[in-house]
């Protein structure tokens, strides 16, 4: 049997879609450009980039022309960036390498409370076996998800601090954190700051304020299976896994990917401030329709300093859970920070850190193929979704 | 006081604001709950409803370990 569809063919268009996808965090569709550079990446660049011949050289030659024009959009040298097999993957490596590398240093590793679970998780992983000194000192944030960038210069200066993680924005919210106080505080401090930029590249311009940056393609429009790993030349670091030609990420990534990615950031860079006024206007319509259509719903992050493409919010006395499948049999894709939602039952932590409600939460994302028809959908089935949910756990008057 | 200890999200929100409808303004009244979300959210309720949080403890009971939040009803 053949697992290629024989009805298939590239040069028929794509059927329009029949549902509203609003779930693009780290998720987004395929850029038409990353899908004509992977087209011709597979062609020019199939080969296994490490070889003599000439087919791997043309391989090696797209890979690096990819590292180039990332390096261009992020503000680095070409070979300060790297390629990852995902955006976790990149994020575990950057805190392990660099906690590695800085281990005379000291063993304590500062983040703020919002930071991807992957950065946590590998906080927590590094500080478990680098003996009882170690520790993984949390900085808080308000009520709009920020964090106070005091607190975290001054979690900075403490002794033995050897690795900092702070995001450049909040996937889950939107907003947008202090990066460049916190980094000026970190320089003064001696300590290397790693940021994440998964949300926001492609997005957002992200200040130079870094010494190592992470980034997500399927997050800008590129394919999955590729994140972006930067590091600053001059950063101390120590590979904390055995020793491979790619140095970084052993075994390296799929050329073809890494080109498209490439090829996409650069396309979102080209249009980013047309892309970033048409969002944020249907990004506020959101802010201002829900809560005035909806009772009782919190709408959730920073109301300006923010992304352009994020809105979040929660609704009182609402399983999360059955909400998003409530608006995906309207024909509907939505996000959720939700407990009910995941499945180790604890809510978000990003919800929890800023104290507002993590039940009833519904997370939306938006891309460039989303058009204010999608959002007027979304706007016109929700009260419905919502009132349905609240009915049957016979919330009432409440 | 309002047992909602094995209840998911949001059912020990919705039984605690069923029970805080029906008391007078600065009366009090405890929720008992074992899910990881309620400590989040009956403050966020709390807040969002004008109720002021008066405590909140951790329970080692011999039949589980639950929190316990105390809420002084808003007028």
């Known amino acids: 049997m053949s697992v290629v569809d024989p009805g298939f063919s590239p040069a ?28 011709q990446a597979l062609t020019e660049g199939w080969a296994e980039p490490h070889r003599l011949h ?46 590695l590398g800085r281990r005379r240093a000291g063993t304590t590793i500062v983040t703020s409370a919002v930071e991807r679970a992957a950065v946590l998780d590998a906080a927590r992983f590094v500080t478990a076996r680098a003996g009882a000194d170690a520790r ?20 900075l200066t403490a002794p033995g601090v050897a690795v900092a993680a702070l995001q450049h924005s909040n996937g889950e919210v939107g907003t947008i954190q202090p990066v460049r106080a916190v980094h000026a505080a970190a320089r003064a401090a001696g300590v290397p700051l790693v940021v994440d930029a998964g949300a926001a590249l492609g997005h957002a311009v992200v200040p130079e304020d870094w010494d190592v ?16 790993l930067v590091v600053r030349r001059g950063v101390r670091f120590t590979a904390d896994w055995p020793e491979d030609a790619d140095s970084w990420f052993p075994g390296g990534v799929s050329v073809p990917s890494a080109f498209a990615a490439a090829v996409a950031l650069q396309a979102c860079a ?83 850190a800023m104290g507002v409600l993590t039940h009833g939460n519904v997370r939306i994302g938006i891309d460039r193929t989303t058009t204010r028809e999608d959002v007027e959908r979304f706007l016109a089935v929700l009260p419905t979704a919502v009132a349905t949910v609240r009915g049957m756990l016979g919330v009432g008057s409440l | 006081m309002v047992d909602a200890r094995g209840l998911r999200c949001p059912i020990p929100v919705i039984r605690l604001a069923r029970r ?16 990881p979300a309620a400590v989040h959210d009956v403050p966020a309720w709390a807040r969002m409803r004008g109720h002021a949080i008066e405590g909140s403890v951790d329970v080692d009971a011999a039949d589980g370990a639950f929190t316990a939040i105390t809420v002084r009803v808003g007028g």
Do not use: Y
């Open chain 1, 213 to 228: 940056l992470t980034g997500d393609s399927a997050d800008w429009g590129g394919p999955s299976g590729v994140g972006v």
């Open chain 1, 12 to 39: 028929s268009p794509p059927p329009p879609p029949a549902r509203v996808h609003l779930d693009a965090g780290g998720n987004a569709r395929l850029h038409p450009l990353a899908r004509q550079g992977l087209e």
């Open chain 2, 20 to 35: 805080a409808q029906d008391l007078d303004p600065g009366e009090l009244v405890t929720v008992w709950s074992t899910d």
């Open chain 1, 54 to 99: 000439s087919e791997s050289r043309r391989a090696a030659a797209l890979l690096w022309g990819a590292r180039e024009a990332v390096a261009g959009a992020v503000g680095a040298k070409t070979e300060e960036v790297h390629f990852a097999p995902s955006h976790v993957a990149a994020l575990h490596a950057a805190v392990r390498a660099v906690a």
């Open chain 1, 270 to 352: 080209d249009d980013l401030a047309a892309q970033d006024s048409r969002r944020r206007a249907l990004v506020d319509l959101v802010r201002t329709r829900v809560p005035q259509l909806v009772p009782d719903v919190e709408m959730v992050g920073d109301p300006s300093n923010r992304l352009p493409h994020v809105v979040t919010f929660s609704c009182l006395f609402v399983d999360g859970e059955a909400l998003v499948s409530e608006l995906d049999r309207a024909g509907i894709a939505v996000g959720s920070g939700s407990a009910c939602t995941s499945s180790a039952l604890e809510p978000s932590h990003v919800l929890a």
């Open chain 1, 136 to 155: 993984h000192d949390v900085v808080g944030v308000d009520g709009t998800g920020m964090v106070d960038a005091d607190a975290f210069a001054a979690a």
